[in-house]
């Protein structure tokens, strides 16, 4: 194959390690901390942690999938799957509560939430575009097509770019959203302070999905620009 490059994947390794060890620590931390009661329901901790923050005018809807939840800023609706939504357990309501974090982000004009949610159309077109082109540049540069090549990596790297930006920026967007959860959980006596030990655990590894998921974008932005000056000279 003209775009296989066996050195993709050396370069790709810590990456790729990184993200498979942080999706097994997802699955061990959640199916444990699901087997830890709690007194409210996901769906009714994160109405009190937004009621608290006078966030009345939040709506909660339960949606389809797996750990699906997602705070949507522009309907200003916080979206939980059914195991979230209903389920009265640490995991549940750790999950609401980071959700519910992220709307308070909103409300208060989180800076970094801004930042993330104007690269958002930036890094949804840049991950749709420039693969192709990226995997495109270096087939017509393996073929001997330098020029048209170097044109579609270099491309290719500007879009990518973009979708860097967007990892880059929603790390401490998480990050915050975590903390915020976990000081409401216990400040509003929804989760006992000696019971926020698996809440902690599960949080902590979702947020290391998203460093995996940043790490892989840099390592592969990298990669493509050294392959476009190796390429040049």
Sequence with gaps: MYWFDPWY??????????????????????????????????????????????LRSVRIEQVGGHLSDHYDPRAKVLRLSQDVYGGHTLAAVGIAAHEAGHAIQDAKHYAPLVVRNLAVPAAGFGSKLAMPML?????????????????????????????????????????DASARAKAQLVSLGIVDARDMGPVKKVLSAAA?????????????????????AG???
């Design 9 to 54: 994947l050396v370069y790709m390794a810590p990456a790729f390690l990184l993200a498979m060890w942080a999706q097994w620590r997802v699955s061990a931390t959640y199916a444990a901390a699901s087997r830890q009661p709690a007194r409210l329901s996901g769906a009714a901790a994160a109405r009190h942690v937004l009621d608290s923050a006078g």
């Design 135 to 175: 995997i495109g540049g270096i087939i017509f540069a393996n073929m001997g097509a330098t020029g048209l090549g170097q044109m579609l990596l270099l491309a290719g790297i500007v879009l990518f770019a973009g979708v860097v930006l967007f990892q880059v920026v929603n790390l401490p967007v998480e990050f």
């Design 208 to 228: 290391m999905t998203y460093v995996a998921a940043t790490l892989q974008a840099i390592l592969t932005l990298l990669y493509y620009i050294m392959r476009y």
């Design 231 to 233: 390429d040049r000279r």
